[in-house]
Each structure stands twice: as C-alpha cells, then as structure tokens.
C-alpha cells in the first residue's frame, strides 16, 4: 500500500513539472503572430501569420486573393505602418535587417532578415505559401515601432539593392498579436 502511494505521488509531481515548463514557453513570448493585409486600393486581401520554432526561427504561412497572377517580392518592412495604402505604403519604410546585410539571397553579405522568398499567385488570383526562415525572430518583429509584412507587384530577383526590383508595394499587414 505505501509503494502504490508513493509511485501515485511521483506521477503527480511529474504532472505539475511539465505544466510549469510549458507556462514558462508561454511567458517567453513564444506565441502565434499575425498580419492581416490590405491592398494597395484599401481592399482587405488575406492575412499572414508567424508561429516560433522550438529552437531558432519561425515559420510564415501567407493566404491571399485578389492579387495580380505571377511571381510577387515578400519581405518584411522596417515600420508596422500600413495605413497610406494609396500612397503605396512608404510609411512602413525600407526592409527590416540587423546591421550592413544587403538585399538578397543570392548576394554577399545578403540577406536581410526581412527577406523571403517570392510568392506565387494562379490565374484566380489566389496565392498561398509557407516559408521557414532560420534569421527570423518573432520577438523582433513587434519591437519599437512594429514591422509589416509586405508584398509587392512583381518577383524579386534575390540580388538587386534594395528590394530585389520587385516594384510597387501592392499589399501590406502590420504584424502584431
Ligand atoms: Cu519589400
């Protein structure tokens, strides 16, 4: 009877343990990020979302329609402002990037951390992808004035300073919780 007890106890002090591990993950800001994106017309077009890998990195998962069929540049911006969609979105400003990285996959000193590849959308418009990048952390992207997830009018090249000459800004989603 004492045995059967104690092996009862263990089990629940091995119970609360792994409760507790998981509250810390939760408190370490390890949680699901989003982006909902808007249209260069003002339009809402899909949505983007951000869950952290266990060790380093995250992966994003993009749903949008409406969007012109073809190759389209993705990275995230410097500023978690998307509200001058008629101005194409200058106010979430250049790439996000840590230091001196260029532009680019395919470069030295490449990439920014904001960079990933490009997104493909059929001929109904529609365009979904998952992308996992190893430089990217979640902690980052709501820091300080925030960061947008951007997509623009055509492909990136992987190369070409400062956004791959991907062209217009056509949709964009201020990342947050
Ligand atoms: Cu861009």
Same mark, same amino acid.
């Given at each position: 009877?004492?045995?059967?007890?104690?092996?009862?106890?263990?089990? %629940?002090?091995? #119970?609360?343990? *792994? @409760?507790?591990?998981? +509250? =810390?993950?939760?408190?370490?800001?390890?949680?699901?990020? $989003?982006?909902?994106?808007?249209?260069?017309?003002?339009?809402?077009?899909?949505?983007?979302?951000?869950?952290?890998?266990?060790?380093?990195?995250?992966?994003?998962?993009?749903?949008?329609?409406?969007?012109?069929?073809?190759?389209?540049?993705?990275?995230?911006?410097?500023?978690?402002?998307?509200?001058?969609? %008629?101005?194409? #979105?200058?106010? *979430? @400003?250049?790439?996000? +990037? =840590?230091?001196?990285?260029?532009?680019?996959?395919?470069? $030295?000193?490449?990439?920014?951390?904001?960079?990933?590849?490009?997104?493909?959308?059929?001929?109904?418009?529609?365009?979904?992808?998952?992308?996992?990048?190893?430089?990217?952390?979640?902690?980052?992207?709501?820091?300080?004035?925030?960061?947008?997830?951007?997509?623009?009018?055509?492909?990136?090249?992987?190369?070409?300073?400062?956004?791959?000459?991907? @062209?217009?800004?056509? +949709?964009?989603?201020?990342?947050?919780?």
């Amino acid at each position: 009877m004492r045995t059967f007890l104690t092996i009862a106890l263990t089990g %629940a002090a091995l #119970f609360c343990f *792994a @409760g507790t591990a998981s +509250a =810390e993950d939760a408190a370490q800001g390890m949680t699901e990020l $989003k982006a909902n994106l808007v249209a260069d017309s003002g339009k809402a077009v899909g949505s983007a979302t951000f869950r952290p890998a266990e060790d380093e990195g995250a992966l994003v998962s993009i749903e949008v329609s409406g969007l012109t069929p073809g190759w389209h540049g993705v990275h995230m911006h410097a500023t978690g402002d998307c509200s001058d969609h %008629a101005d194409h #979105f200058k106010k *979430a @400003g250049g790439h996000m +990037a =840590e230091g001196d990285e260029k532009h680019g996959f395919l470069v $030295k000193d490449g990439p920014h951390e904001g960079d990933l590849p490009n997104l493909w959308v059929g001929a109904d418009g529609m365009g979904k992808a998952d992308y996992f990048s190893e430089e990217l952390d979640l902690s980052d992207l709501t820091e300080g004035d925030g960061t947008a997830l951007m997509i623009h009018a055509g492909p990136d090249d992987y190369k070409t300073d400062p956004a791959g000459n991907s @062209g217009d800004r056509v +949709a964009c989603g201020v990342i947050g919780k």
